[in-house]
């Protein structure tokens, strides 16, 4: 080779080997481990397997800051993946709380992911098609038919099978147990479990798990110190969907709950329907009527419901929060339009301004006592 191009490739490396190392660099300083939790022997006499542990992901910065620690939990058809980075390969929230200085906890919720699922001893299970995630999470101005829909402008491309970040998005997906009482049931013991090991934390929800954050506090109520509940499974009472289907018959689970005064089953319940709803695009929430019984294990949890702009959540989770105000809950609701952050979806920790996002629910975060 001629020396002298040979120096200006070896001067070109040299150029470009420090921003190399930089990229190299992991974007956050933090320990990692992990453990399960949980769980119990089932199966006969010499063909037992254990059922119900939930694996646990620990990041720990270099220097914890805060005094609580995160425990995070994910929806519906995914796992803990959703808090580490963006199907467009940008920081995730994971990273940024511990930067933050937290003490993160990420799970993979039972019968999930890294959680075994037994199948003779676990219910069946539930899949996203490609065109189900489309509608709702991906490319819900195109395809979404509620009224906030068309205000989608924050996912990370097309949003469509054959585009990038879409198919890294779906390539992440898992099957989720078919039945909501088995989730809560194995989530509220492996959770109260996790509690007890790690002590008193703030749990941060997101759809489907929502539904968890409830029964963990109802099991831990001193060992939950907030729950940041974001689009949690609603609305109270039954789904949005034809003939709207009975669902969480305790409300705002499937689980019993503690009331004041006591109920012995749900149907003890009693409902009213709103006359009119709250504003344009939005549902008429199922509530109480009065009056109303309290939630005995949240009326000292500080709990914050945040829906985005343009999520198919949009028109109903002010209900969860109006049924949670009612049963005594210290209950705060945000629309993160409110907030200054506008175009976000139901996928909002993994969307174009995920860090913004979460910095707005950091400044709540700070604030838990």
Not at 82 to 88: A, G, K, R, Y
């Amino acid at each position: 080779m001629n020396k002298t191009i040979a120096a200006v490739i070896a001067a070109a490396f040299l150029a470009i080997t420090p921003v190399v190392a930089q990229q190299a660099k992991p974007a956050s300083q933090y320990q990692r481990d992990f453990f399960y939790v949980g769980g119990t022997y089932v199966g006969e006499a010499g063909k037992e397997v254990m059922r119900g542990q939930m694996y646990v992901e620990r990041l720990t910065p270099l220097v914890v800051k805060r005094r609580y620690p995160l425990v995070l939990i994910h929806g519906a058809a995914q796992t803990a993946t959703n808090w580490l980075s963006t199907p467009d390969g940008r920081k995730g929230w994971a990273d940024y709380f511990v930067e933050q200085g937290y003490v993160v906890y990420m799970v993979d919720q039972p019968a999930r992911g890294r959680s075994a699922w037994h199948p003779d001893h676990n219910g069946g299970l539930r899949m996203y098609t490609v065109q189900q995630l489309e509608k709702l999470f991906t490319a819900a101005k195109e395809l979404g038919d509620w009224p906030q829909a068309k205000l989608h402008t924050q996912w990370p491309g097309s949003g469509r099978k054959g585009d990038p970040a879409f198919d890294a998005f779906y390539a992440s997906q898992v099957e989720s147990l078919s039945s909501d009482v088995e989730t809560q049931t194995l989530t509220q013991k492996a959770g109260a479990a996790l509690l007890d090991k790690i002590g008193p934390a703030i749990v941060l929800t997101h759809s489907q798990s929502g539904l968890l954050g409830w029964v963990m506090a109802e099991a831990r109520p001193n060992l939950v110190k907030a729950i940041l509940a974001i689009e949690p499974s609603g609305p109270p009472f039954h789904n949005v969907a034809p003939n709207e289907p009975k669902a969480r018959g305790f409300g705002i689970t499937d689980l019993p709950l503690v009331y004041d005064p006591p109920v012995t089953e749900a149907a003890q319940i009693k409902t009213q329907r709103q006359d009119k709803a709250d504003g344009e695009g939005l549902i008429t929430c199922t509530l109480q009527a009065e009056p109303a019984r309290k939630l005995v294990s949240f009326a000292k949890i500080p709990v914050l419901i945040a829906v985005s702009e343009s999520s198919y959540h949009a028109p109903y989770d002010h209900c969860t929060a109006k049924y949670m105000k009612q049963a005594g809950v210290p209950v705060e609701f945000w629309r993160l339009a409110d907030k200054g952050l506008r175009g976000n979806g139901h996928m909002m920790m993994i969307e174009k301004n995920n860090l913004a996002v979460a910095a707005v629910f950091e400044g709540w975060l700070r604030k838990v006592k």
